[in-house]
C-alpha cells in the first residue's frame, strides 16, 4: 500500500511541477555596482517544452516584495490568455533601493550609486536577459515610490528602454513631472504608461500623481498609451495589489481574445472589412510584442457572428480562408465557408463544403451533426 502511496505521490509532484512556472535565482556580479545582485526570475510554463517561443520582459524593482504579485499576476493573465506568456526579472534591493534610486540635488537626475544603478539595469541587465533567455522586443518596468520615479529615467533615453512603464504611487524627483510632460511629446516609439495612487495613498504622492495625471492624460495618443487608477480607499501599500492587475489588463488589452464588449462596441459598429479587423488585431500583437501567434478559435467564430450579422460576405470568405489555412483538420473554416456559399446563392458548393467536413475534428459549437444537416436541408430543399 504504501509502495501505491509514494507512486501517486511522486505522480502528483511531476504533475504539479509542468503545470507551474519556474522560478530561479541568480547572483549577478555586476561591474557597474561592483557588487553582486540577487535576481529571481519566473519563466513562462512552456519556457522548456515550446524552444521555439520567445516572450517579453518584466523587469521588477523592489522585487523584495513587487515580485510575487507581478509574477503571480503575469501567470495567471498569461494562463487565460490575456496577456502573452511573459520572463519576470526581479531584482532584490531591500535597504539598497534608496541608494539604487540616489539622484543629484541639483539636476535631479540619477548620480553616485543611482547613476551605477541606471547602467547596470539598462547596460548589463537587459542583455544578459537577452542572450541567456528566449525573449522578445517588448519589455515593461515596475516600480513603488521610489523605484517607480526611477524607470521614468528610462523614457528619457533615445529610444527608451522599456516599451512599458508601471507605476504605483511614484515619489517623483523635482522636475520629474514637467520633465515627463515635456518628454512624452518627443518619444518616436510606440510606449504604454500606467500610473497608480490611491485615495488614501500618502497625501503628498497621492497629489503628485494627480498632478501628474494631469499633464499626461490630454497627451494620450495612439503612441502614447496612458492609463491611470485613484483606487477608492487604496493606502500607500494596498494600492499595489488592485493596480498590477488592472496595468495588465490595460497594456495588453489588444492581446486578450475578443470578448463581448469588444463585439459589440466595435465589431457591430465597423463599416470598413470586419476580416480586416481581424488581421490588424494579430498584425498588432506581432508588431508591438515580438510574437506570432496562431489566430485564436474565439477570435475567428466572433469575426464570422459579426460578418454574418452584418451581412459582409466577403469578410466571411476571407476569414473562412484564414481558419482552413490555420486549423485545416477541423470543421471550423469548412463551416464558414458553407454558409458563405449559402447566402451568396451557390447551393450545390455549400452543400459540398458541409460534406465534405465530415471526418473533421469539431471545434466550439460546430459539430460534424451540424454540418451533415446542413447538407441535407440544402439537398432536400434544391433536389441535388
Not at 22 to 41: D, T, V
Not at 217 to 242: I, M
Request: charge should be negative.
Amino acid at each position: 500500500m504504501k509502495k501505491y502511496v509514494l507512486i501517486f505521490l511522486t505522480f502528483l509532484i511531476g504533475f504539479a511541477s509542468l503545470a507551474q512556472s519556474k522560478i530561479l535565482y541568480e547572483e549577478f556580479n555586476s561591474s557597474k555596482l561592483a557588487e553582486p545582485r540577487r535576481l529571481k526570475i519566473q519563466l513562462p510554463r512552456d519556457y522548456e517544452t515550446n524552444t521555439e517561443k520567445v516572450y517579453p520582459i518584466i523587469v521588477v524593482l523592489d522585487a523584495n516584495y513587487l515580485f510575487e504579485p507581478v509574477a503571480g499576476n503575469a501567470d495567471y493573465f498569461a494562463y487565460w490568455e490575456d496577456m502573452p506568456e511573459s520572463i519576470v526579472v526581479g531584482i532584490m534591493q531591500g535597504d539598497s533601493r534608496y541608494e539604487d534610486c540616489d539622484y543629484d540635488d541639483t539636476n535631479f537626475l540619477p548620480a553616485d550609486k543611482g547613476a551605477d544603478f541606471f547602467e547596470f539595469v539598462g547596460l548589463e541587465l537587459i542583455p544578459y536577459i537577452d542572450q541567456n533567455y528566449r525573449t522578445a522586443k517588448f519589455a515593461i518596468a515596475v516600480g513603488h515610490d521610489f523605484t517607480a520615479n526611477f524607470i521614468n529615467y528610462y523614457l528619457f533615453k533615445d529610444p527608451p528602454l522599456f516599451n512599458g512603464y508601471i507605476n504605483l504611487s511614484p515619489d517623483p524627483a523635482p522636475m520629474m513631472i514637467d520633465r515627463l510632460a515635456e518628454r512624452v511629446p518627443a518619444i518616436p516609439s510606440k510606449i504604454f504608461y500606467y500610473l497608480a495612487t490611491g485615495t488614501d495613498d500618502i497625501k503628498d504622492l497621492m497629489e503628485n500623481a494627480e498632478r501628474l495625471n494631469a499633464l499626461l492624460k490630454p497627451q494620450a495618443s495612439k503612441e502614447f498609451n496612458y492609463y491611470y487608477d485613484n483606487f477608492e480607499g487604496a493606502t500607500h501599500y494596498s494600492l499595489v495589489a488592485r493596480a498590477i492587475p488592472s496595468a495588465m489588463e490595460k497594456i495588453f488589452s489588444v492581446y486578450r481574445p475578443i470578448s463581448k464588449q469588444e463585439y459589440t462596441d466595435k465589431l457591430l459598429k465597423m463599416e470598413t472589412p470586419i476580416h480586416q479587423y481581424l488581421v490588424d488585431k494579430y498584425k498588432t500583437i506581432e508588431d508591438l510584442f515580438g510574437i506570432t501567434n496562431p489566430i485564436r478559435v474565439n477570435d475567428f467564430i466572433a469575426t464570422c457572428k459579426a460578418a454574418e450579422k452584418k451581412k459582409q460576405w466577403e469578410s466571411l470568405r476571407e476569414i473562412a480562408t484564414l481558419a482552413q489555412r490555420q486549423y485545416p483538420n477541423t470543421v471550423l473554416g469548412d463551416y464558414y465557408m458553407g454558409r458563405y456559399y449559402e447566402e451568396t446563392g451557390d447551393a450545390k458548393k455549400a452543400m459540398r463544403t458541409f460534406q465534405g467536413a465530415y471526418d473533421k475534428e469539431e471545434v466550439d459549437f460546430i459539430t460534424i451533426d451540424i454540418m451533415l444537416d446542413k447538407a441535407d436541408k440544402i439537398k432536400t430543399d434544391f433536389g441535388y
